[in-house]
């Protein structure tokens, strides 16, 4: 059973929940998002595997998910990376923020969600388990997809990008 850490709006720790549990009763956890980018400045972007339980083959960020109990937020962004992606670089916050929305089955994302930019110019080695495919892409090219095709994106990457995006870009 997986659980995550319950927070309040300002980050503190106020309890856990198995991880489903807090997605169909919308409680708020700790979530991070970590986004990778090459010399050319250009984003790695992954694919989520059709079978996840929710957003299932939809386009984000390099890498997303939750820390563990007892786990701080940096650490369990490196276990991620090399768990979803299969590779690990040097990342760091650079900002956190909150956003609540409905997704697919029935479930909620209410998230207090850690940002974290990093550099890498290789090819990850996907863990199909987690993912389906990746790309490199330019920031002014994804937000004309995004525009064109909302769809394809998952709901907390088109909020980062929309809200954040020149933000993250310009601490590339």
């Not at 940096?74 to 090399?82: E, K, N, Q």
């Not at 670089?89 to 923020?97: D, L, Q, R, T, V």
């Not at 994302?109 to 930019?117: Q, Y």
């Amino acid at each position: 059973m997986e659980e995550v850490i319950l927070v309040d709006e300002n980050d503190n720790e106020v309890g856990v929940m198995e991880k489903m549990q807090a997605h169909i009763e919308a409680k708020m956890h700790r979530a991070f998002s970590v986004f990778i980018f090459n010399s050319k400045k250009e984003l790695m972007l992954h694919k989520r595997a059709s079978h996840k339980y929710h957003s299932g083959g939809l386009w984000t960020n390099t890498c997303c998910s939750h820390p563990r109990p007892g786990e701080n937020t940096v650490d369990a962004a490196h276990r991620r990376l090399l768990e979803e992606m299969g590779f690990d670089c040097e990342i760091k916050e650079i900002f956190h923020f909150t956003y609540c929305r409905k997704l697919d089955h029935g479930l909620t994302e209410n998230e207090l969600d850690h940002v974290f930019i990093g550099q890498y110019n290789d090819e990850p080695t996907l863990n199909p388990e987690e993912v389906e495919d990746w790309r490199w892409i330019s920031l002014e090219e994804l937000k004309g997809d995004i525009q064109t095709n909302p769809n394809h994106y998952t709901e907390w990457f088109k909020i980062i990008i929309e809200e954040y995006g020149q933000k993250i870009y310009m601490a590339t």
